[in-house]
């Protein structure tokens, strides 16, 4: 097992949640990552905010090291890849995924890819709305709307829940959701915020601190 990750069973299939805030679905060896927000950072930018470059370098490295670990031969993007217009740090994705044609690279549209899908295709994304692999589909909000019998997995929100620590701390977390409707994952990106989710009995919430994916279902 990938260090600092967690497995469950879900709908009788096994999905790793990894440290990295991505889903590897080990049946189908699809890698699932979600809100990426690739050229962020040059967007502020453009708009005279100093954000630092390296905050997308880091993305692409980490969605690299990912690939050299697990070997996937595919790659589910839940929406926002991208964060807005064409930039430089778009190009650097297209770069990376020329180094890696051989794996099927699907985007479900999120509100932040704003490119057409013609550009997306010439990157080598296939494009769709929503992707459906028994007994999951994919897609990148949950209020979409949709007449699938399979268990939606999404983005889009970017989950955190509150933990209570000793001595009245309180800190917020990016967490993996999966309640009885629908399962949500946290922002693969670094420069991406987060938004409390309130979660339910028997909602199952896993966080993700200092590296580790930690069971905290019973904590919240």
């Known amino acids: 097992m990938i260090s600092g990750s967690h497995q469950i069973n879900l709908k009788e299939q096994t999905l790793t ?3 990295d805030k991505a889903l590897y679905w080990e049946e189908k060896n699809i890698l699932v990552v979600s809100d990426v927000h690739l050229g962020k950072s040059g967007h502020f930018r ?3 905010i100093a954000v630092p470059g390296a905050v997308n370098e880091v993305n692409i490295q980490k969605l690299e090291e990912l690939v050299e ?3 996937p031969v595919k790659i589910v993007f ?3 890849l991208f964060h807005s217009e064409m930039n430089e740090e778009v190009d650097k994705f297209k770069d990376w995924r020329k180094s890696h044609s051989h794996i099927e690279m699907i985007l479900t549209i999120g509100n932040h890819d704003i490119l057409t899908r ?4 010439k990157m080598g994304l296939e494009c769709v709305n929503q992707f459906e692999m028994d007994p999951f589909i994919f897609m990148h909000d949950e209020s979409e709307s949709t007449d699938s019998e399979f268990y939606p997995i999404t983005g889009h929100i970017h989950p955190a829940v509150k933990l209570s620590t000793k001595g009245r701390q309180k800190m917020h977390v990016p967490c993996f959701y999966f309640g009885q409707s629908h399962g949500m994952l946290p922002a693969f990106g670094t420069f991406t915020g987060n938004f409390r989710i309130t979660p339910t009995k028997n909602d199952l919430v896993y966080g993700v601190v200092d590296k580790e994916i930690i069971d905290i279902s019973t904590l919240i």
């Open 118 to 121: 013609f550009e997306f295709e």
């Open 78 to 80: 839940l929406g926002d």
């Open 69 to 71: 670990l697990i070997s």
């Open 46 to 48: 453009k708009h005279g």
């Open 17 to 19: 949640l990894l440290p």
